[in-house]
């Protein structure tokens, strides 16, 4: 799987991290979503889930992200958590700019930065 795994330096507990290396595929995101589930990396703790696409070759298209969405809309862990999308690429940032407009259930926002993406999850957070 192309994707790696890691809990933030500062606010591990809150906040987890996953970098999409080289081609990713829907499949590997899901399975990725999967992992997550099962290793119980995101618990009641977690307040969101940073995905860093830079430089990352996304294998999707219109469908596939369809395919991508209804898998997340019906995981309820995964609707109790920010998911913050940085993307450094316009065919890669389109897909979380799709998302934050089209899916109001899912809590997905594109960012160019970690700051901001960090920032944007701790929010209404006391820290």
């Not at 991290?17 to 499949?27: C, D, E, L």
């Not at 990352?56 to 596939?64: A, K, Y």
């Not at 309820?76 to 316009?90: E, H």
Request: proline share 3%; glycine share 4%; charged share 20%.
């Amino acid at each position: 799987m192309n994707i790696t795994f890691e809990k933030h330096s500062l606010y591990p507990e809150a906040i987890l991290i996953r970098k999409f290396i080289g081609k990713v595929s829907v499949n590997d995101i899901i399975e990725s979503w999967k992992y997550l589930y099962k290793h119980q990396l995101i618990n009641v703790n977690t307040k969101g889930l940073i995905n860093n696409l830079q430089g990352c070759e996304l294998m999707m298209d219109l469908e596939s992200f369809t395919l991508l969405l209804n898998y997340m809309k019906s995981m309820t862990y995964i609707k109790n958590i920010k998911i913050a999308v940085i993307a450094d690429n316009p065919k890669t940032i389109i897909f979380p700019i799709l998302g934050h407009e089209q899916e109001r259930e899912l809590n997905i926002k594109p960012f160019s930065t970690m700051d901001a993406a960090v920032n944007w999850v701790l929010l209404d957070m006391s820290v």
